[in-house]
Structure formats: structure tokens, C-alpha cells
């Protein structure tokens, strides 16, 4: 069975400084790894997500998640963050089916 | 182009009512995935639907829970003699499952449920 893990849930910071979100999952085969992000009002939507290849991805609005096969490990980061950040982020995990598992989710607020 | 739509948008019952939950999926894909989200959870998969391939029903948490996929299009997911605990945002998802796993989701706005 796969599983993901969010070790922050709510996360505080100003405007410009740096974020890392930790997603760690348990899953011993080949996975493909997702962060999702829900804006204020809005619907879940992909911010990024690493199928094969290169383990740093790239996605929208600056964000980047680097896998660690060994670490078992997807970390969302954004070397300045802006206060349009503020949202729910939700890393998710497929391993061995279709159904991808979703982590509790880490609620960001960025103060202006 | 269209996105994933649901309906109601709000849904507020009494407990031991029956409800039914709407989902569209955008035209094309063939997963349609429903979630249930509650306060401070997670997504908490709950059916999947893969074309006209047997849904997966593994997450539904009781048999009060069902849903079914007409046409391989909308699915409506029904929630027989509602419990307070059934209270939660309900969503669906849909992708082109292309055989790979990796497939992007596009969720729909979802419908909240209350269970007074």
C-alpha cells in the first residue's frame, strides 16, 4: 500500500521568504508524484508533478519539487514566496494503481 | 474548455435523508475519481472509474455509499440515510488515464455537504 505524509500543516511566513514543504510517501516500487495546490475559492488544480526523468521539476508560478529516490521524498520549494502563495498545498503519491494517495494537505499563509 | 463541474454546489440534509451527489467530467476523459475531504483531512479516495472497466469501490467507507457512471460520462454518487459524519466536501476528478499512472487530475469545485 502507498501512503504520504505532510509533516507541516500549517505554515506562516512574509512575504520574500523561502519555502520548503516536506512530503515524504511509503512505497517500494516506481511512483509518480504530485503537488496540488487550492487556492482560496477555487478548485484543486496540479502545480507540478515528476513522472520520469530529471527528479527536479519544475511547475507554475515559480515552484519547484525535487525527488529523492532514497529519501523517499518530494519537497515543494519557492525561493521567494508573494502573498497570492496563500493556499492549501496537498502532495500526492501513484505507485501501483491508478488512484493516486493524497497527503493531509499543509495550509501556507504568506503575510503581506 | 469546460472543466470538471459538480452539483449541488451546497447540500444541507437531515440526518437518515438520502442525497445524491452530480458529477460532469470533461468530455473525453475516461477516469472519473470521487474524494471525500473533510475539516483538517485530507483527500480520502473514496470510487473510481476507469471506462467501462468495473469501478474500483475499495475507499467507499460503508454500504450506505454507492455511485455509478452512466455512459461512460456523468456519475452521481448517492449517500443513502445520511450520519453526521457524512458531513464533508465531495469531490470528483476526471483525467485521460493513458495507462501510465501519471495522469494529471482536474478537479471540479466540489459539493458541500452538511448533515444537521
Known amino acids: 500500500a502507498q501512503s504520504v505524509s505532510q509533516h507541516n500543516h500549517h505554515v506562516i511566513l512574509s512575504e520574500a521568504a523561502s519555502l520548503e514543504l516536506g512530503c515524504n510517501y511509503s512505497y517500494g516500487g516506481t511512483v509518480n508524484l504530485f503537488w496540488y495546490v487550492q487556492y482560496p475559492g477555487q478548485h484543486l488544480q496540479l502545480l507540478l508533478k515528476y513522472f520520469s526523468g530529471d527528479p527536479l521539476v519544475k511547475g507554475i508560478k515559480g515552484f519547484e519539487a525535487e525527488f529523492i529516490k532514497s529519501k523517499f521524498s518530494f519537497n515543494l520549494r519557492k525561493p521567494s514566496v508573494q502573498w497570492s502563495d496563500t493556499a492549501e498545498y496537498f502532495c500526492a503519491v501513484s505507485g501501483g494503481s491508478y488512484i493516486p494517495t493524497f497527503g493531509r494537505g499543509t495550509s501556507l499563509i504568506v503575510h503581506p | 474548455g469546460a472543466g470538471v463541474s459538480q452539483s449541488p454546489s451546497n447540500k444541507v440534509t437531515e440526518k437518515g435523508k438520502d442525497v445524491e451527489l452530480r458529477c460532469d467530467p470533461i468530455s473525453g476523459h475516461t477516469a472519473l475519481y470521487w474524494y471525500r475531504q473533510s475539516l483538517g483531512q485530507g483527500l480520502e479516495f473514496l470510487i473510481y472509474?476507469?471506462?467501462?472497466?468495473?469501478?474500483?469501490k475499495s475507499g467507499l467507507p460503508s454500504d450506505r455509499f454507492s455511485a455509478e457512471r452512466t455512459g461512460g460520462s456523468v456519475s452521481t454518487l448517492t449517500i443513502q440515510r445520511t450520519q453526521q459524519e457524512d458531513s464533508a466536501v465531495y469531490l470528483c476528478a476526471s483525467s485521460q488515464n493513458e495507462g501510465q499512472g501519471g495522469e494529471t487530475q482536474y478537479f471540479g469545485p466540489g459539493t458541500r455537504l452538511l448533515v444537521l
Open positions: 472509474f476507469q471506462g467501462n472497466s468495473a469501478p474500483d
